[in-house]
């Protein structure tokens, strides 16, 4: 059960901000390649890391960031002897239909920053708006971390609860990532869908078709050579997280430049490359944000839990089609061509009750604050189709 809701506030102490910027100037940045030419082919490139490290002292302005995210009401509850961190963002419209946004690793609640205003106060008044809820996973930022051998089936018990908290008996979903498991349990289990109107993914890691089928588009195809790439070269992070996530957190949690490098480079890797946002000023500012609030709140240690105490990486496409997986709401999803792992509707509709299917080809893993335009409008598409009677959840035989 929930109690003790309380009112919170972003507000890092300006000694704990200086003290980084001293940490920041006394670290020692490579400045030269492991090997010549190496770029990228050996994890994070000299040129990426020096160039955020110069805009991080330079030229990021963490009170800017800050003042940003507390234009959001926060608040803190205790849920199952643990306490919860979350934005609750009331739209001002009558009609508004509450929705909860669930983030991964290496997200946060600042993930959905750029798509809450687009929610909540739509510039057309015919588009449905939302009242959203953005919590903390556990370990997360400003949520405590979780005990010992907890699950994302448990937190969708603990954000059914939160909703409840707040005033919402029913509610649409959405979510990614690590966040993806949480709501597929919210729309999967039979007690918890049921206040569950709609669920929109965009990240779900179903199975492929096939790569010898002889009728694979040439955009399934590169899903294909991606995920690929994929599982073949860029889980050592995975593979730490799930094995020794205490060693990785000592490593990481008093040394800025570290958490920059191992959560940083996350989004350099899973964007649109051709994307001129992701070349931005802007874009650096989402990533150094989320960088900071992974120090100040130090949490590198307990958000890695999630990998440990959860499904692994090779086993989710088996995971997803189980019966007790299989989401009977009416399901969303979109495809980001640059995700880590992009899906197709051919596997999609194996994992849940597919009514709204769109592929998007500009953005990747963290689609909210890489196209946030688009990321809004398919959401608001399917929820506004279930309003209208034009989708509805399964039925059971």
């Known amino acids: 059960m929930s109690q003790n809701l309380r009112d919170f506030k972003v507000d890092i102490p300006r000694a704990e901000v200086d003290r980084l910027l001293r940490k920041l100037k006394d670290t020692r940045i490579p400045t030269q390649e492991i090997v010549p030419g190496a770029g990228s082919d050996y994890g994070i490139s000299t040129e990426w890391i020096r160039e955020m490290y110069d805009y991080w002292i330079n030229d990021f302005d963490w009170y800017k960031q800050q003042a940003y995210m507390n234009q959001w009401p926060h608040h803190l509850v205790d849920i199952n002897d643990q306490t919860v961190h979350f934005v609750h963002a009331r739209s001002d419209r009558a009609d508004a239909i509450p929705i909860l946004l669930i983030h991964g690793w290496p997200g946060s609640f600042y993930e959905f920053s750029q798509v809450i205003n687009l929610l909540t106060k739509p510039e057309d008044p015919s588009k449905q708006a939302f009242h959203c809820v953005v919590p903390s996973l556990p370990g997360f930022c400003f949520s405590s971390g979780p005990p010992k051998g907890q699950t994302l089936k448990h937190v969708a018990g603990m954000f059914h609860e939160l909703m409840r908290c707040v005033g919402y008996s029913d ?122 609030l992974y120090y100040f709140s130090n949490c590198s240690n307990t958000a890695s839990l999630v990998y440990f105490e959860n499904i692994r990486h090779e086993k989710f496409p088996e995971e997803i089609v189980k019966k007790e997986n299989r989401v009977t709401v009416p399901m969303g999803y979109t495809s980001f061509l640059y995700d880590t792992r992009p899906s197709v509707r051919w596997g999609v509709e194996q994992t849940g009750n597919l009514v709204f299917y769109n592929e998007r080809d500009e953005a990747g893993h963290f689609a909210a604050l890489e196209c946030p335009g688009g990321f809004v409008e398919d959401v608001r598409s399917l929820v506004e189709m279930v309003k209208r009677g034009e989708a509805k959840a399964e039925t059971s035989n």
């Open 171 to 292: 509610y649409s979903v959405q979510a990614g990532d690590w966040g993806h498991w949480v709501g597929r349990e919210l729309a999967a289990n039979p007690t918890l869908s049921k206040h569950v109107q709609a669920i929109h993914f965009n990240w779900i890691p179903a199975p492929l078709p096939p790569p010898s089928s002889e009728v694979l588009s040439p955009r399934e195809q590169q899903i294909h050579e991606r995920v690929q790439a994929w599982l073949n070269s860029h889980l050592a992070y995975a593979q730490f997280m799930r094995t020794r996530p205490s060693s990785l957190g000592v490593m990481l949690t008093d040394n800025p430049t570290a958490i920059l490098s191992f959560i940083g480079e996350k989004y350099d890797e899973v964007c649109n490359p051709h994307n001129p946002l992701t070349r931005s000023n802007l874009w650096r500012d989402h990533i150094l944000t989320t960088v900071c």
